[in-house]
């Protein structure tokens, strides 16, 4: 008899837990929805302030990002020229050109390099997607739904049987 009530305290705390789990998530969803202006803000102010501080570890990350998504800075290509990190004057990492070539960033043109800036190219991106992120979160959250709703009833039929078992 013990096991039996082990299991349903565990199938109890597995069901509270997925359920607390499904909460935070859908708070999470709303925060982000309701707040998206300040984190686009924030994530445009922290992209610029690592343009603007320019650490050399972060060059392969930057150029990669850049080079991705044909982009440079991270308003725009004039973001490189006021930052104090890089220290070439009047040119941009050539991860900003449109063909990638040694010191291609030096001929600042709009045939040259990519004028537009990665926070821009990033959202862009992340809305042609945002079709199949919203898919994949529904989907994991039916499958949370549905995990919680089959614990709750296999939790109340062991509740009923325990209690016709008492008797």
Known sequence: ?????????????FTAVLIIILIIEMAAG???YVFRSKVE??????????IIEYNPNLVAIIDDIQDKFHCCGAENYTDWLESSGWKRNNSVPDSCCRVEREDCGN?????????????????????KKLVWIAAVCIGLGLVEITGAVLGCLVLREAVIKNGYERK
């Open 1 to 13: 008899m013990t096991g039996f009530l082990y299991d349903r305290y565990l199938l109890g705390l």
């Open 30 to 32: 709303i925060v982000l």
């Open 41 to 50: 803000g924030k994530i445009k102010n922290q992209a610029k302030k690592v």
């Open 107 to 127: 001929n600042i043109t709009a045939g040259n390099i990519y004028y537009k800036g990665c926070v821009g190219s990033i959202k862009t991106f992340l809305q």
